[in-house]
Structures are given as structure tokens and as C-alpha cells.
């Protein structure tokens, strides 16, 4: 996550006073280190990483090296991961390439890191000019990013399950939400991984997630009685994705009331349930592996 990322910058700049940041700014093909990687290397710490391998050793060991040298102006280096390439190779043979920028981090940076960490949404320009929250103009190159998790995610239920794929997503660009109807329920206490946690009435569960192109629901619920409930108030509403979690026999029988009832079979088939990637999961953790598996599939397919 962006945030957390510049969590760690801002700890190892205090404690080392300077550090070498490396983030990808373009890729092109299979390259291991897709746009927006980054990586910090002090003197005795790193931290992310610009796609691994023998390319990734050979950065570090760099930026290493830079740290011993007087302060530099942002640089880029491309990077072919193809032994045939006549220059630029990286060592890795998985086709592709990448574009790294190299900046020299040290006191100069808090003010920025101050602007990333607040609670306003700014974007960060990275170009040869430095990293900046403002636009750069006439800038040799420029890769831009949000500090903002734009991805949020519903999860309808505080159960086992819910708390599993709380903590998946904690290490993934989401934005997690938590919703229960139960009061003073053990595992929805022991959920610290969520940005938001509420007991609300499933009969006005519309109230408490928005719509929108950037929204995820998970639903699952106590029951049967739950789950119609709340699938009936949400159907039809604006969401990136909407999933139920529950046996095939449920959610078969479940749409057929809902038909019956007059909802939309357009609407209805845009539930995702049986909920998840179908990966023969049984235990509570790979249940919520296959639904992050799933969410992540959707988040990609537009990028």
C-alpha cells in the first residue's frame, strides 16, 4: 500500500537521516516490477521491492553505493529483462522491461512525507524533477499516484470468515469496511485490520454502503435469513462487485425466491455466489483466499 510504504520511509528517514528510493515509473510486457513498485534502501535497512530477482540485487547493491556518494539529481535506468538485449540487460530472462527512477531522500522529504500521510488525498508525481504532490510541467518523465485507497471493500458479516479476509486484504490496495448486526461479537472485537467496524440493522443496510465503481460488497452473513435480507435491500445498486458466500443449494434457492418476488434476473446474475475462486477450499483461510483471489482478478481486469 501506498500509506504504509510511506510509513516505512518516514521511520528509516528519521532513524538514518537518509535513503535511496527506487520506484518503477513503466513496464512494458511480463516485467516482474509493474508500475508503481517501490523500494527503499538505507544503510542498514530495505524495505518493498522493483520486481526481485538477480535485476533487484544489482539495484540494491547501487543504491548502496549512492549512499556513499554526495547528494544526486533523479535518474532514471531502463531495464530488459532479454539476455540478447544489446545494453540495458537486467539478467532476468522473463521478457519485458522497466523504467526506474532513482531519488535521493533525506530531511528535505519530511514536509512531503507529512502531505502523503495526511488524511487529504493528494497525488505524488514522481518525475526527474524530484517527488511532489503538485503537478510538474515540462518534465522529462512522469509517473503519478494517489495516496488515496480508492478500492473499498464491504464486508457484510464479522464472522471466521470475515476476520480471514479482513487480514488477507490488510496486505493488498484495499480499503476494508466492516458490517455485523450481532452486538459484542468476539471475532468482529478481535478484527483490528478493517479501516471501519459498525453494528447496524441489515434492514437498512443500503444506508451504510455507498455506490459507486470503486465498491466491493462481501456478503456473508450469520444465515439464510440474513443474507435475503440484505441481498434484497442491495440488488441492483452501483458496486464494482457484489458476492454471497454460501452453499451452491442456498443461493440456488435464494434466486428463486428473489425471481419469484419480481427482482431482475439481470440484477440477480450479477451476484457473484457461490462467493470466491473455485479452489476446493474448505478451511476458513482458504475460503478467504479464493474471495481475495477474486477480488483481485476484478480489480485487474481494468488496469
Known sequence: MVIDFYKKVQQVLQQEKRLILMVVIANVGSSPGRKGFKMLVSKQQMYGTIGGGIMEHKLVEFAESLLDKPHFEPFIKRQIHDKSAPKDQSGMICSGQQTIAFYDVDSNYFSLLDEVLSDEVVT?????????THQPEASEWLFSETNSLIQKVYIVGGGHVGLALSEILSKLD??????????NLNTMEANHFVKSKAVIEFESIENHIPEGDNVYVVIMSFGYRTDDI?????????FKYIGMLGSAAKIETLFKNLEADG?????????YAPIGIDIKSETTYEIAVSVAAQLIKIRNQDR
Open 230 to 238: 440484505i441481498i434484497r435491500r442491495l440488488l441492483g445498486k452501483n
Open 174 to 183: 484495499f480499503e476494508i469496511h466492516l458490517l455485523d448486526h450481532r452486538e
Open 263 to 271: 427482482f431482475d434476473k439481470n440484477q440477480i446474475a450479477k451476484v
Open 124 to 132: 505524488i508525481n514522481y518525475s526527474n524533477f524530484g517527488i511532489e
